[in-house]
């Protein structure tokens, strides 16, 4: 088995409606049924979001996601399955997939 | 040629030939770990070169692989304790070296074949496309890095670097070593047949440089394709695939002339051509055709061998190849087949209606430096009896094109 991290990125044209939280709310129960979710959550949007770095030993605090992009970091899966092909099975029946995107990262293995 | 010649040749020709085959089984016994597979059989390749001049080529070069290619993953399992699953691997392996059968045979997929597993391993479409076609002209083609980075006209470093990216990839995102399920087959084997037809083509119509075919992705792409539609037997596209590979590669010899210039379609000596090829072809083609499902690769080729059962230009069917190419645009639709598709129109109903065709692609400001399209538009412009109007669309596509063999050719056919 393997550990995988499926990071949601959404569209943001795309306003959720109580639908799009019904579709969640399955697919996580979905997940948690074949026994291979291990944790998830949705996140906040990007307007909630404040950045920190330090350069040269200052706390640098910005409001705002550390970067502009086109899609946002919704939410994100940790699951754990056989193989890649799994997750990438799991990746393709996220609610979001036909307007953002589901990039698939394996956890590093400490 | 000196003994120690003849044995290295004797070496490379063994790894060549029964290579993949025993990387693809080890990589199996590895749990899949098809880069520590590679290592094994390059250090047992190393083996090879330092044993067989001294005591002889082995009566059984594939078995003396295996077994060689095995101990040196054993000491490497050993010697790298970061491996995962390595005591599972392990023990596996020296069982195995032990003489106890092999009772690893689990199978999810349709086929059995540890060549087939590794094909869709390094075809897996988590790996970039490029990555896949080096991969698979390592892996399954036995080609040498230095090979395969020739042939992409590319640095050395540059193709290890890539071909050592992919494997790592491969251990790390736990890209699985098998034949993909039923349901996903379909797609895979078109990822499949993608890298094979962009080896080929890499080959046939080299983009860059000084030649224009290279000649040893021709002969791999041949090769990988036989093996392929061999391994996938029921698949009409394979079939259709290996068929198109033949048809095309057959008017190698004629391609290009004795100074190394480039001699178009028309104007080929069809003597030259490989009749073995074209008959091979032909049979794969008809076994293609009579499994009943019809795609791009069949179509392909159906119009490659119009082409080449034609005695001259003159005689080839120009009306069936132009209604071929409409199924192929219905099909797929692409500039390409519809430059060509022009093409086939202007022979068969005249160079005025092989414009009309034309004409929207030349819209299409994409296509602004397709070489193809140029050199199509002129050849009808010219037989429609618009010198200057011909010369400049000519001009375009000798501005067009990066490879030295076909502008000559652009110049030539400017000039008559």
Redesign the interface.
Known sequence: M?K?MLLIYLDPEHTPSEETSAEWGKISQELAQAGQMLEGAGLQGIDTATTVRVRDHERLVTDGPFAETRELLGGYYVVDV????V??DWAAKMPNVGRGSVEVR?VL?M | MTADATTADAVGRAFREEGPAVLATLARHLGGDVGLAEDALQDALADALATWPRDGVPERPGAWMTTAARRRAIDRLRRERSQ?NRAVALERLTRLEAGAADEYIEEEGPVQDDRLRLIFTCC?P?LAPEAQVALTLRMLGGLSTAEIARAFLVADPTMAQRIVRAKRKIA?????YRV?RES?LPERTAGVLTVLYLVFNEGYQATGGERLVRAELCDEALRLAALVADLLRDDAEALGLLALIRLTHARAPARVDAAGRYVPLDEQDRDRWDAGLVAAGTAALALALRLGRPGPYQLQAAIAAEHDRAPDAEHTDWARIAALYGELAALAPSPVIEVNRAVAVGFSEGPQAGLIVLAPLLEDRRLAHHVPLHAAHADLLRRAGGSAAARNAYDRAIEASTNSIERAELQRRRAG
């Open positions: 393997a995988y056989p193989d890649l092909d997750a990438l394996p293995e | 995962t897996h988590a790390a995102a736990g890209i699985p993909p996903d």
